[in-house]
């Protein structure tokens, strides 16, 4: 009885008249016509079940006029269902570089910078799977939330579609990640959670946040990918230094050690054009098909309609069987208009 | 109102001393030759044919006998029931009225006697004439039928009726649209075999003709029997004609075994077409 029980009326008193609607079973609306003995009249079903249809005609139309002067509702209500998808903090870099284009230079023309080739692919990202889950996170020097875990798509790609704002200062990843990992909030813990991170550079992160980094991962246990938009001649993720291998000396390299040793599965994509970059998304896209729950807001509805439908149905029925009704002195004239001969037969016939 | 005078001849030969209109059982010293019996037999020394006495071989003595002419009594037992309150093309009960006025007229001018008994469930006492030859009481009490009030359920009370009217033979004319089941038919037409009964079904063609061969009706029995919807059309008509001519046939079958057919009274009150009826059945 759970669809009953969110059934409401806006003014529940006015139900107390639908006793009104059995008003029909006692009083007709046709025209009476007196007879002598109702035996003349022989036995037919098709009568009766026009008498009944009537009378249902005229319950139904009283129940729901009542029905729709007190203004019936469903109360909205949270649905809780499973898609395909997976919950995706996104965490992008909004340092300087990323306004530079994949050849370090100052955009110009038709060309892109980073931070406008990753908005558009990304954009595309979001909202090609109906129930996926974003977090938009943002970092230069520090954390900035954008968007915090939803499935308000437009929301997010409202968000993607600033990331292409002139950047700031430095790459503060650590911050970064401090800010993206807590977005996933106490969910289910079987959903598919990943954690992109898109940039075009690293930092050292501080072996003093890395400790808790670390915990961190290991409690929420996300995927990770790491997008890195590697500006042309800028060292790869792979490289090793020529010199002194510190993290000072190749941040990128260290940062992805970093990220292979906290022991989540971690997958990182070295772009270096806007076709790897869709590439990268495009994989990211096949790895994450993992069941989602996710809600679904069904709004109040007003049912006022369908109760002023039903009332209009059973007035329909009843224009209709007065508009067939028929009466004994107008049969009488229609007949004597008529005088076929099968009714004078039958006249003599009875009178004889 | 003023109706034609019914004419009717009792189908017996009525007893009954008091001197009236119809040729009697009783054979007396006025009126009309009927026979002449033997002297033994009517020791009525005044009435003695002389020429049929010289003319018998045997010469017995010879007496005439003349028919004397008696009065009966005519009753009109009317049904109460609320079904004769139907108004169709006329007023079942106006109907009524006039056809008992008629019969009071018509019995109290050639020295008849009229009686009324009005029956619902049982005899209605306040509509109970006894015979009665005064003109004006017998006409007055007709024309109060349009006062009285139909509101039986049945017509039962008409077999009380046949009980009252024990004795001698009575001209009775029954007043009812003859809507009773078939049992109560047979009762009260053997309750009232003895007597020269006249059935007067009251019909009217907008209750059978005249039903509109189309539409929606909703009928409401007078007699309390409920309401029903009937959707009209061509086929249930032919049904409902085809179930009213087998009532009237079974009437038909049934009055006519206990002496005349029902006269169908309907629209208008026409006394030469009763006379007819009674002169012909």
């Known amino acids: 009885m759970t ?197 075009d550079g690293a930092a050292v992160i501080d072996p003093k946040i890395q400790g808790p980094l670390r915990a961190e991962f290991a409690k929420i246990h996300p995927n990770l990918y790491w997008l890195f938009l590697r500006t042309k001649g800028s060292p790869s993720i792979y490289d090793k230094p020529a010199g002194e291998d510190t993290p000072q000396a190749a941040p990128e390299r260290h940062l992805d050690l970093f990220f292979k040793s906290l022991g989540v599965p971690y997958r990182a994509f070295e772009a270096e054009g806007p076709e790897q970059v869709a590439e990268a998304i495009r994989q990211i896209e096949s790895l994450e098909r993992d069941p989602i729950p996710y809600t679904e807001q069904r709004p109040r509805r007003d049912l006022t309609p369908w109760a002023y439908a039903l009332a209009m149905a059973g007035l329909l029925v009843l224009v209709a069987g007065k508009l067939l009704e028929a009466d004994l002195q107008g049969g009488s004239r229609a007949a004597a208009g008529r005088t076929a001969p099968d009714d004078a037969a039958d006249e003599r016939r009875l009178a004889a | 109102m003023k109706t034609g005078e019914i004419v009717y001849l009792p189908r017996w030969r009525p007893g009954g001393s008091r001197v009236g209109a119809h040729r009697s059982r009783d054979a007396g010293g006025l009126g009309t030759f009927r026979d002449q019996v033997s002297f033994l037999r009517l020791p009525d020394a005044r009435r003695i044919d002389i020429r049929a006495t010289l003319r018998d071989p045997f010469e017995g003595t010879y007496v005439r006998r003349f028919e004397t002419r008696t009065a009966i009594e005519v009753w009109a037992l009317v ?79 008409l077999v009380d009726a046949a009980t009252r009217l024990a004795g001698r033979p009575k001209l009775i004319f029954v007043i009812s649209d003859f809507r009773w089941p078939e049992p109560l038919i047979e009762e009260v037409f053997s309750g009232l075999a003895l007597h020269d009964v006249v059935p007067v079904l009251l019909a009217d063609r907008a209750e059978d003709e005249n039903l509109p061969s189309f539409g929606l009706m909703e009928f409401d029995d007078l007699e309390g029997g409920g309401r029903r919807m009937v959707f009209m059309r061509p086929s249930l008509r032919r049904r409902w004609h085809a179930r009213e001519r087998a009532r009237l046939d079974t009437l038909r079958r049934i009055a006519s075994a206990y002496g005349r057919p029902p006269f169908r009274l309907e629209g208008r009150f026409d006394a030469e077409a009763l006379s007819r009826h009674l002169m012909a059945t």
């Open chain 2, 79 to 157: 049904d109460l029931s609320a079904s004769m309150r139907f108004e169709g093309e006329a007023s079942r009960a106006e109907l009524v009225a006039d056809l008992c006025m008629g019969l009071a007229d018509s019995a109290t001018r050639i020295g008849d006697a009229f009686g009324l008994i009005g029956c619902d469930d049982r005899i209605r006492e306040d509509v109970v004439l006894p015979a009665t030859r005064q003109r004006g009481l017998a006409t007055e009490r007709a024309a109060g039928l349009t006062e009285v009030d139909f509101r039986g359920g049945s017509a039962r009370g």
């Open chain 1, 3 to 199: 669809l009953l029980s969110r059934l409401g009326a806006t003014l529940p008193q006015i139900l107390w008249l639908l006793p009104l609607a059995l008003l029909p079973l006692v009083v007709s609306s046709q025209r009476r016509t007196l007879v002598s003995a109702i035996a003349a009249a022989p036995a037919d079903a098709l009568s009766r079940t026009i008498g009944w249809a009537l009378r249902l005609a005229g319950i139904v139309a009283i129940g729901g006029l009542i029905l729709a002067l007190s203004g019936p509702y469903r109360s909205g209500e949270t649905i809780t269902r499973t898609g395909i998808g997976a919950q995706i903090s996104m965490l992008i870099d909004r340092s300087g570089s990323m306004n530079e284009t994949f050849a370090g230079k100052q955009p110009s023309g038709a060309e892109e910078s980073k931070a406008a080739a990753s908005r558009r692919l990304l954009a595309d990202f979001v909202g090609s799977r109906a129930h996926d889950q974003f977090a938009v996170t943002a970092f230069s020097t520090s954390p900035m939330l954008v968007v915090p875990m939803t499935d308000r798509h437009d929301a997010v790609r409202a968000a993607i579609a600033a990331i292409d704002r002139p950047g700031l200062d430095y790459t503060n990843v650590a911050r970064g990640l401090g800010m993206a990992l807590p977005q996933f909030g106490a969910g289910a813990a079987q959903v598919s959670r990943v954690v992109l991170l898109v940039s």
